[in-house]
T-cell receptor, first 114, second 116 residues
Framework: AQSVTQLDSQVPVFEEAPVELRCNYS??????LFWYVQYPNQGLQLLLK??????LVKGINGFEAEFNKSQTSFHLRKPSVHISDTAEYFC????????????FGTGTQLKVEL | NAGVMQNPRHLVRRRGQEARLRCSPM?????VYWYRQLPEEGLKFMVY????????ESGMPKERFSAEFPKEGPSILRIQQVVRGDSAAYFC??????????????FGPGTRLTVT
């Protein structure tokens, strides 16, 4: 079984400032990792994913995330945020060995202010 | 290429009624997943279906909930005798293959169910 922890339920940040959204996971097996974004009243959109290889992955809209196996973390970062980045961000994992169900964290609401 | 379609977008039911939620996967996708998002919580897996088959229903409540994905037509999530605790957003996702190596699922806009 897997679990995902997103400790920050809300992150306020000023426009053009950098941001980091934290994600830690727990699993007894290897996992693949994902970040999804949910804009108000919309479905989830995939931002980026880590399957293997380089631990730094780049996604859409200028976001990137770094997989740290020893710390079981997959934090999401953006060097300079925009008002349009205001949304809810979900970290998710899926077992590499079986099943197709994504396990999600509880989400982090990013609020970008002028 | 149309994305995952869900309807209705909003559904209001009184306690004891039935709710039917529909999901049309992306063109070429034959795998459908249903997730439920309760207020202040993340999405929780409910069921994974292929055409005419339920592959994994480990997240489905044991009673009142059922899902199907017929050979023709959309996938249906049915909730019988709804209760207030069923109020949530229900998301459908689809994928082209059941390839665990990628786990990439495409989500619909969701159906927001309100039980009064």
């Amino acid at each position: 079984a897997q679990s995902v922890t997103q400790l920050d339920s809300q992150v306020p940040v000023f426009e053009e400032a950098p941001v980091e959204l934290r994600c830690n996971y727990s699993s007894s097996v290897s996992v693949y990792l994902f970040w999804y974004v949910q804009y108000p009243n919309q479905g989830l959109q995939l931002l980026l994913k880590y399957l293997s290889g380089s631990t730094l992955v780049k996604g859409i809209n200028g976001f990137e995330a770094e997989f740290n196996k020893s710390q079981t973390s997959f934090h999401l970062r953006k060097p300079s945020v925009h008002i349009s980045d205001t949304a809810e961000y979900f970290c998710a994992v899926i077992s590499t060995g079986g099943g197709n169900k994504l396990t999600f964290g509880t989400g982090t609401q990013l609020k970008v202010e002028l | 290429n149309a994305g995952v379609m869900q309807n209705p977008r909003h559904l209001v039911r009184r306690r004891g009624q039935e709710a039917r939620l529909r999901c049309s996967p992306m063109k070429g996708h034959s795998h459908v997943y249903w997730y439920r998002q309760l207020p202040e919580e993340g999405l929780k897996f409910m069921v994974y279906l292929q055409k005419e088959n339920i592959i994994d229903e480990s997240g489905m409540p044991k009673e009142r909930f059922s899902a199907e994905f017929p050979k023709e037509g959309p996938s249906i999530l049915r909730i019988q005798q709804v209760v207030r605790g069923d109020s949530a957003a229900y998301f459908c996702a689809s994928s082209p293959i059941g390839d665990r190596a990628y786990g990439e699922q495409y989500f619909g806009p969701g159906t927001r169910l309100t039980v009064t």
